[in-house]
């Protein structure tokens, strides 16, 4: 079973950690088999499996319902389960994060939580990890702050502003988060975050240099072939397997069958 302790230890030897996002039950059977270390269910959710234009609308209540689907999906020594705080959950003072944290857990049945936000965050951090429950960080491009960020935009392009998410990492790690996702920054910066924290960094369009990398499981799995998801794709997202393809072709090819009087054939009755 990953836990926050595997993770450290895996930066310490040296060892790449991969997390990919889970919203679902098969979602999280596909990412125990492939023996993927972190399954984070992610607010990403509102954008891929609700249809949402951002992540903004997506609800506690709606983050319960999925996390405890993806853990069904889960093997018991299998990835430790993330799931994020949404928008509106956790912002307003620390006890009203810890109430929502602890509904993620007990409801949710997460292993942990993940929040957005940097120095402003960290007490908030520390009511949390106080009162038990184990802390994922998260700095750089914030998606949950679009509308004050203009847009999804990389994030640390200057000197004062790369020095300005690194500062930001270093107060969630002094909070007590045990890990910190690192997104949309330039590859020099993630670089340096992961060299300056004792915790592990998770990168999402941040280079190479991070301890871990984290991909939205239908964008790396091409899932969704849509020209308003399109909109949503970013352009550091490799595309590993093109199931949105196989999925259409194999539609059709049942709606063709059946239109043609093919299916079901005498091998397919009973």
């Not at 979602?27 to 984070?40: P, R, Y």
């Not at 889960?74 to 602890?102: H, K, M």
């Not at 990168?203 to 991909?215: K, M, N, R, S, Y």
Request: proline residues 5%.
């Amino acid at each position: 079973k990953t836990t926050a302790m595997s993770l450290l230890r895996m930066k310490r030897l040296g060892e790449k950690i991969c997390m990919v996002t889970c919203y679902d039950y098969p979602s999280g059977v596909h990412v125990d088999g492939a023996n993927i270390d972190v399954a984070l269910c992610g607010d990403s959710l509102g954008m891929v499996a609700l249809g949402y234009e951002t992540t903004q609308p997506v609800t506690l209540d709606e983050m319960i319902h999925h996390c405890k689907a993806v853990r069904r999906g889960l093997s018991n020594d299998g990835p430790l389960l993330v799931c994020d705080l949404p928008f509106g959950s956790y912002e307003e003072s620390p006890e009203i994060a810890l109430r929502s944290a602890y509904r993620a857990m007990k409801e949710g049945c997460a292993d942990c939580v993940k929040v957005e936000g940097g120095a402003h965050m960290a007490r908030t951090v520390a009511k949390l990890v106080e009162s038990g429950v184990a802390v994922m960080g998260h700095v750089g491009l914030m998606p949950q702050a679009i509308s004050t960020l203009g847009g999804f935009r990389a994030q640390g392009r200057t000197a004062i502003k790369a020095r300005r998410v690194l500062d930001d990492a270093l107060a969630l790690q002094d909070a007590g988060a045990f890990a910190v996702v690192v997104e949309c920054v330039p590859a020099i910066v993630g670089a340096a975050i992961a060299d300056a924290l004792d915790v592990p960094t998770i990168g999402i369009g941040a280079g190479p240099g991070t301890d871990g990398q984290v991909l939205v499981y239908h964008d790396l799995l091409g899932s969704l072939h849509h020209p308003h998801h399109a909109v949503h794709v970013p352009k550091f997202c490799k595309v590993f397997a093109d199931v949105g393809h196989m999925t259409y072709e194999g539609l059709a090819d049942f709606r063709d069958q059946v239109k043609a009087r093919d299916f079901p054939s005498r091998a397919f009755r009973p």
